[in-house]
């Protein structure tokens, strides 16, 4: 029995080594979460500047994207089976941790 723990929880541990996410991956996942919080945003709240602004972020995505990173910082703390990412921009800041090229960030990616 104590055997077949120990080699699952090698296993896991080599599967977390293997699948530890990279800066590209928190970057796409990154992008995914700001287009999802564009478009969730409704256009008729905030004054017509803001709507102005969403809803050029709804007509280029990527370019609203690319806006939106230049004041973001990503930083990356490779733990060798889990990545620590430390972002900060526009008042806020965030931690999320990746294991298994997922993602886990307590206040959310877009911090709070």
């Known amino acids: 029995m104590f055997k077949f723990l120990l080699g699952m929880l090698t296993m896991a541990a080599i599967g977390a080594w293997l699948t ?3 800066m590209e991956d928190a970057e796409a996942e990154l992008k995914r979460q700001v287009i999802a919080a564009v478009d969730s945003q409704s256009l008729g709240t905030g ?10 972020c709804r007509v280029d995505r990527d370019g609203c994207y690319s806006l ?34 997922g993602f886990w960030c307590p206040r959310g990616m877009l911090g709070g």
């Open 47 to 56: 004054s017509g500047l803001d709507a102005a602004a969403l809803l050029a």
């Open 68 to 101: 939106v990173r230049t004041g973001i910082d990503i930083t990356r703390d490779n733990r060798q089976l889990y990545s620590r990412f430390d972002l900060e921009g526009f008042g806020r800041s965030a931690t999320c941790y990746g294991l298994y090229t």
């Open 20 to 22: 530890n996410p990279s």
